[in-house]
């Protein structure tokens, strides 16, 4: 697939005297992931929030040939969905019940509601979970729950089919899962990449973007250096632009992927 479903034109974010983001052009199309790489402070986070906040940017963010303001938040809430870094939830519900706080968008009933949740528990290697307190859960484990709250929140039926033109932005949520769930999670996404769902997610680690997205972005203070094929974007020069460390890039032996190396 290949229609672009969310674009970024001269985006800019500017708060408390502070450039975030600094005119960026980006596209995401259907059925693609899209890696935003950079080092901590590039804007990365930033880029993601001016899609939620849509009052708080200046340039345009089109979401499906619209423009991102002009969904109430119940239509935008069916076709685009968010994971920050931190997802902050006090209260003592289990962890079917938080996944089903994703299904609040639609009315497709208590029935379809609990078919989508058994299969996302199933998914996200967290049904033996489902029944327990989700503040008693480790940080891993409150990730899972996360995650699949937000993908509940993107499919239309038990059938697990997803809005065509839907957008998923992720803000490093592998970043307390285990080597295992990292994997795991990052081939899921692509299944559901495969079905349609658009995906831009923020990663640190560069070898895994390769592995997975079809695009890359890299930014560096709020300035998006390259953006292409994972090919094109983790090469040798532009990490040493980016993050001003050198490395060696090889072709993994069983994908030919770029493989970043790095010289301690």
């Known amino acids: ?66 423009s991102v303001a002009g969904f109430s938040p119940q239509q935008r809430a069916k076709i685009l969905a968010m994971l ?39 998914m996200m290697q967290l049904t033996t979970l489902a029944g327990r307190c989700y503040t008693s859960l480790s940080g891993g484990e409150q990730q899972r729950t996360q995650l699949a709250r937000v993908l509940s929140q993107l499919i239309l039926d038990a059938d697990m089919s997803i809005s065509s033109g839907s957008v998923l932005l992720l803000d490093e949520p592998v970043s307390s899962l285990d080597l295992s769930h990292q994997s795991s999670l990052m081939i899921l996404l692509k299944e559901f990449c495969a079905a349609g769902l658009a995906v831009a997610v923020v990663l640190h680690d560069l070898n895994l973007a390769a592995a997975y997205a079809d695009q890359c ?33 090889l072709a993994h032996p069983k994908t030919a992927k770029p493989l970043v190396i790095r010289e301690f």
């Open 217 to 249: 972005a890299l930014l560096k203070e709020g300035q998006l250096l390259v953006a292409g094929s994972p090919d094109d974007v983790i090469t040798a020069a532009s990490i040493r632009h980016a993050y001003g460390i050198e490395v060696d890039i």
């Open 1 to 66: 697939m290949s229609d672009t479903v969310l674009r970024f034109e001269s985006v800019s974010l500017h708060r408390d005297g502070q450039s975030l983001v600094k005119d960026v052009d980006l596209r995401l199309a259907a059925g693609q992931m899209l890696a935003v790489l950079g080092p901590n402070g590039a804007g990365k986070t930033s880029l993601l929030n001016c899609v939620n906040n849509v009052s708080d940017y200046s340039g345009k963010i089109l979401l499906q040939d619209r």
């Open 84 to 122: 920050p870094q931190q997802s902050v939830l006090n209260f003592p519900f289990s962890v079917r019940e938080v996944i089903m706080l994703g299904r609040f968008p639609h009315k497709t009933g208590f029935t379809v509601d609990t078919a989508i949740t058994d299969k996302l528990l199933t």
